[in-house]
């Protein structure tokens, strides 16, 4: 029903940055929430930034001044840039999306970034 496809990870030294995006393929993805999360080894998956249909943004607090979440209903991708990037940011993100009137979770492959100090 849908399908999400990150890209745009890569290795970055730090304080550099990088910008993701997430292609989603499907019929829901105006009236859904979007949402990138990040794994670093041997930890938990964890929320980085949610979007609403209506342009809301939540970051997490370590990401808070130094990530910025969007979306582009038109072409069906929601973006992150990642600036000012630290070696705590190494992680495996994924693209996540939530239908607000209806069932699912759906999540991408995941894009691995890596910020050497």
């Known amino acids: 029903q849908v399908q999400l496809v990150e890209s745009g990870g890569g290795l970055v030294q730090a304080g550099g940055s990088l910008r993701l995006s997430c292609a989603a393929s499907?019929?829901?993805?105006?009236?859904?929430?979007l949402g990138w999360y990040r794994q670093a080894p041997g930890k938990q998956r964890e929320l980085v930034a949610t979007i609403t249909s209506g342009g809301s943004t939540n970051y997490a607090d370590s990401v808070k001044g130094r990530f910025t979440i969007s979306r582009d209903n038109a072409k069906n991708t929601v973006g992150l840039q990642m600036n000012s990037l630290k070696p705590e940011d190494t992680a495996v993100y994924y693209c996540?999306?939530?239908?607000?009137?209806?069932?699912?979770?759906?999540w991408g492959q995941g894009t691995q970034v890596t910020v050497s100090s």
């Open positions: 996540n999306l939530k239908p607000v009137l209806g069932r699912g979770d759906y």
């Open positions: 499907g019929s829901i993805f105006r009236l859904s929430v």
